[in-house]
């Protein structure tokens, strides 16, 4: 459709019923720049683990990490037992990366935890990074079902959202590989 201020850019003349020319036209109007892509802040992933639930359960509440590939340690800083809420814990990870993580919330009852990492050596490219791990029992082949969720702070990158989604998934085959 034409557009209903012509200018000589137009490919379109003017009508000839066209009222007079205006002495300055007004700009065409800046198109808005195209919106950066969507980063989800929130991660999740889940694996059926060929384990009873309360193995799985043990092996992630002790909140030693034993079951994760890239986890070198896991050492209790703060608090009365790793089961204690606002614990925190020293994690440090085979390629040298060290974390301080806190305890915020535990369950025996949902067999549920959160921790959230408190500092990150070298430092991560989030303000914050919160992650939450369930089990739920499969009663037919009396198996588990573990899903892990991290929400992060909205200056998260779609490479951290990658790289975090690749790691769970590794993390769920070695945890297969610990039982």
Same mark, same amino acid.
């Given at each position: &459709?034409?557009?209903?201020?012509?200018?000589? %850019?137009?490919? $379109?003349?003017?009508?000839?019923?066209?009222?007079?020319?205006?002495?300055?036209?007004?700009?065409?109007?800046?198109?808005?720049?195209?919106? &950066?892509?969507?980063?989800? $802040?929130?991660?999740?992933?889940?694996?059926?683990?060929?384990?009873?639930?309360?193995?799985?359960?043990?092996?992630?509440? @002790?909140?030693?990490?034993?079951?994760?590939?890239?986890?070198?340690? $896991?050492?209790? @800083?703060?608090?009365?037992?790793?089961?204690?809420?606002?614990?925190?814990?020293?994690?440090?990870?085979?390629?040298? %990366?060290?974390?301080?993580?806190?305890?915020?919330?535990?369950?025996?009852?949902?067999?549920?935890?959160?921790?959230?990492?408190?500092?990150?050596?070298?430092?991560?490219?989030?303000?914050? @990074?919160?992650?939450?791990?369930?089990?739920?029992?499969?009663?037919?082949?009396?198996?588990?079902?573990?899903?892990?969720?991290?929400?992060?702070?909205?200056?998260?990158?779609?490479?951290?959202?990658?790289?975090?989604?690749?790691?769970?998934?590794? @993390?769920?085959?070695?945890?297969?590989?610990?039982?």
């Amino acid at each position: &459709a034409p557009h209903p201020h012509p200018t000589s %850019a137009s490919p $379109c003349p003017p009508s000839p019923a066209a009222a007079p020319a205006m002495a300055e036209e007004a700009p065409a109007p800046v198109p808005a720049p195209a919106p &950066a892509p969507t980063v989800t $802040c929130h991660v999740s992933e889940s694996a059926v683990v060929a384990a009873p639930v309360e193995t799985v359960w043990g092996l992630m509440k @002790a909140m030693t990490f034993s079951w994760w590939g890239l986890v070198e340690s $896991c050492v209790l @800083a703060s608090g009365e037992t790793p089961n204690t809420l606002g614990a925190t814990f020293t994690l440090t990870f085979t390629d040298g %990366a060290v974390w301080t993580i806190q305890l915020t919330e535990i369950s025996d009852a949902s067999r549920s935890l959160t921790f959230e990492v408190i500092t990150a050596e070298p430092a991560v490219s989030v303000t914050s @990074a919160i992650h939450s791990i369930s089990i739920k029992k499969i009663t037919k082949t009396n198996s588990s079902a573990v899903f892990w969720t991290t929400d992060y702070s909205n200056d998260v990158t779609a490479e951290v959202i990658a790289d975090s989604s690749f790691k769970k998934l590794d @993390a769920f085959d070695t945890l297969a590989g610990a039982l």
